[in-house]
């Protein structure tokens, strides 16, 4: 029998397949694990509208779980993901990878959060785009080494 | 009651697919890189929610045809999205017309949708919200960049802020599809974005040294499926691939 906590270990071992470094565990879009008469019910949550990742996590997860459990696996909107749901370990995994975790600041026109070099730590950085490579990320540059980073953009 | 639901999320969605398909016509054609990223994530947001809508509507159908039917396999007739998201991209300018009167506008509608009363609606708006504020943060620094920029660059966002007037008023108006869903508090009165959508709009052209546009010619129809004659060739792009070989999957 597959205890609720092996289904967690097993779901840590899928990551995500655009910042392979972070487990979807990590990313905080695993919402409810249980199991149920010998059914496992697992609950995900996207992080954006459009993530392109989200059909070949659901693949990956059946096909890690589906061996050893019957799987019953569901997609939830609300509560919307927030980026308050990654996990410590995540954030650091992510600037060991070079994308800064998410900071939060002022939202709004012409406003620049203050993000973190996660390459030499400094704070004297640029905003390039509020856009980056994926929907999850905005663009930045460090005005002292001048690398550029994404920064994994604080979703509230 | 239902098939009025299934109607105005049909609305939500087309309108939210057909601005994704048109933004993702800039992909590779932008005037700097990262604003060719910045609109094509945005394309991505749009289309994303879309699918969302889809998803909903074909439960609602429950007729066999899934969320990629009803994107690919309907008519121009059918669809019900606004008519202002189906005009042409045009240069930069007119594209970031169009997309700061939307994005006023769809901000306000998913604030509003937070407080229907149907659960499904309300979960996708507030997914939706959180993206949308990236967009009209991004269209509004925009228009204050063009307007308060050079004059080339005033003069051509000031030209298209009044070519595409035309296309708002319908953002505000009412299909006879919603009027139920607003007695019964499942839809939001699209009426009532009236003021704070105008608000916004003169702040921002204000700030961006520009001019309200006079009201004059005015058009609407898209919520109830009169086009105009750019949405054919739109579909034609879109639905090409599946109209030829039914199904044919990547």
């Excluded at chain 2, 969320?67 to 008519?75: K, Q, S, V």
Aim: proline share 4%; with cysteine; charged share 25%.
């Amino acid at each position: 029998m597959v205890t609720i906590d092996e289904i967690w270990q097993k779901l840590e071992e899928i990551s995500d397949p655009e910042i392979p470094v972070l487990s979807i565990v990590d990313l905080g879009i695993v919402r409810v694990v249980d199991v149920k008469e010998g059914v496992a019910h697992v609950v995900i949550t996207p992080t954006y509208s459009g993530c392109p990742a989200m059909n070949v996590i659901e693949e990956e997860i059946q096909s890690k779980l589906t061996p050893f459990i019957k799987l019953d696996l569901s997609t939830q909107l609300s509560p919307a993901w927030t980026t308050d749901w990654m996990s410590e370990a995540g954030k650091e995994k992510l600037k060991a990878y070079g994308i800064a975790p998410p900071v939060d600041g002022p939202g709004g026109m012409f406003s620049e959060v203050k993000v973190p070099c996660p390459r030499c730590d400094s704070s004297n950085t640029k905003l390039v785009s509020q856009f980056g490579s994926t929907a999850c990320k905005s663009f930045y540059q460090c005005n002292d080494c001048f690398e550029p980073f994404d920064h994994f953009k604080c979703h509230r | 009651m239902k098939n009025e639901l299934i109607d105005y999320v049909l609305h939500l969605a087309d309108t939210s697919l057909i601005l994704g398909q048109r933004l993702g016509e800039w992909c590779g054609h932008a005037f700097v890189l990262e604003q060719d990223i910045a609109i094509t994530n945005i394309s991505l947001d749009l289309i994303g929610q879309s699918r969302s809508l889809y998803q909903y509507a074909a439960e609602l159908l429950n007729d066999g045809r899934d969320e990629d039917a009803l994107c690919m396999m309907r008519n121009e007739r059918e669809f019900k999205n606004l008519l202002l998201v189906e005009i042409p991209n045009g240069d930069f300018a007119q594209t970031l017309a169009r997309q700061f009167y939307f994005d006023v506008y769809h901000e306000l509608q998913c604030q509003a949708l937070l407080n229907s009363k149907d659960e499904r609606l309300k979960a996708i708006a507030e997914k939706s919200l959180k993206e949308v504020r990236y967009h009209v943060t991004w269209s509004a620094e925009w228009v204050i960049r063009l307007g308060d920029g050079t004059q080339e660059s005033h003069d051509r966002i000031q030209k298209s802020i009044n070519e595409v007037w035309m296309w708002t008023e319908e953002l505000m108006s009412t299909a006879p599809y919603e009027k139920e869903l607003i007695e019964k508090g499942i839809a939001p009165d699209s009426s009532s974005f009236k003021i704070p959508w105008m608000n916004k709009v003169k702040e921002i052209l204000k700030e961006a040294t520009l001019t309200l546009p006079a009201d004059e010619t005015k058009q609407s129809g898209g919520k109830v499926g009169t086009h105009t004659e750019f949405l054919g060739y739109i579909l034609a792009d879109l639905q090409h691939i599946q109209r030829s070989y039914p199904g044919l999957k990547w």
